[in-house]
């Protein structure tokens, strides 16, 4: 168990709403990632940590910001929600030097 | 960019048998790590297996074997003796080994849902 939790599990919000989904970890981990699952996709990285205040993009970050102000704990923001931002999400953390990720439980976020 | 491919969508499988889930992937490394996770109905995500690029064995994790083609880029999963609990979907996945901007992030490919048969 790698003591990753996020938060809300699940959202129901308007299009043009801010959004902010928190993952927080409780192992001091380095290296914090944020994933979004859609069928037929599989899961694609939208934003990463590789410490305190540095992050970087991903796969699909348009649309998304993150911060990262403590090693324990990595927002996700949705600066104004669209339907297409309609998913689950997933946090997860590197926890080996094999590469190894082990993620949160997810959250379901849907935008009407 | 690497791409992760899996090409079956669905998968069936009679309980007490093997099955093969494939996935290819692209990429120009000679270091890497490929993955295969599974994702119950509960929609928790969870590393079944491991495999180093640079190992010519393949790994093995109880009734979980993998097939790694280096050369030809495939990375296969065999599910010995099926099990109820094994229905779920399985997601292949790569990460370059390298350090500096690689910061071990993944590529998954899009999933294959495996069913098994009582």
């Known amino acids: 168990d790698a003591g990753i939790t996020q938060s809300p599990r699940h959202k129901v919000t308007e299009t043009g709403t801010p959004v902010t989904l928190r993952c927080h970890q409780t192992?001091?981990?380095?290296?914090m990632y944020w994933y979004r699952q859609d069928p037929g996709h599989g899961l694609r990285l939208i934003h990463y940590?590789?410490?305190?205040?540095?992050?970087d993009k991903g796969e699909v970050s348009d649309g998304y910001s993150v911060s990262r102000s403590k090693t324990e704990d990595f927002l996700l923001t949705l600066e104004s929600a669209t339907s297409s931002q309609t998913s689950v999400y997933f946090c997860?953390?590197?926890?080996?030097?094999?590469?190894?990720?082990?993620f949160g439980p997810g959250t379901r976020l849907t935008v009407l | 960019a690497q791409t992760v491919t899996q090409s079956q969508p669905e998968m069936s499988v009679q309980e007490a048998e093997t099955v093969t889930l494939s996935c290819t992937y692209d990429?120009?490394?000679?270091?890497?790590?490929l993955f295969w996770y599974k994702q119950p109905p509960s929609r928790q995500m969870i590393l079944v297996i491991r495999?180093?690029?640079?190992?010519?064995q393949n790994a093995t994790e109880n009734r979980f074997s993998v097939n790694f083609q280096k050369a030809a880029k495939s990375f296969s999963l065999k599910i010995s003796d099926s099990q109820l609990g094994d229905a779920a979907m399985y997601f292949c996945?790569?990460?370059?080994?390298?350090?500096?901007?690689?910061?071990?992030?993944?590529?998954f490919g899009q999933g294959t849902i495996l069913t098994v048969h009582p």
């Open positions: 990429t120009s490394e000679s270091d890497y790590y």
């Open positions: 495999q180093e690029a640079y190992k010519q």
């Open positions: 940590s590789y410490g305190v205040k540095d992050t």
């Open positions: 997860a953390i590197k926890d080996s030097p094999y590469n190894e990720q082990f």
């Open positions: 192992e001091n981990h380095r290296y």
């Open positions: 996945a790569y990460s370059p080994r390298g350090g500096g901007t690689s910061y071990g992030k993944l590529t």
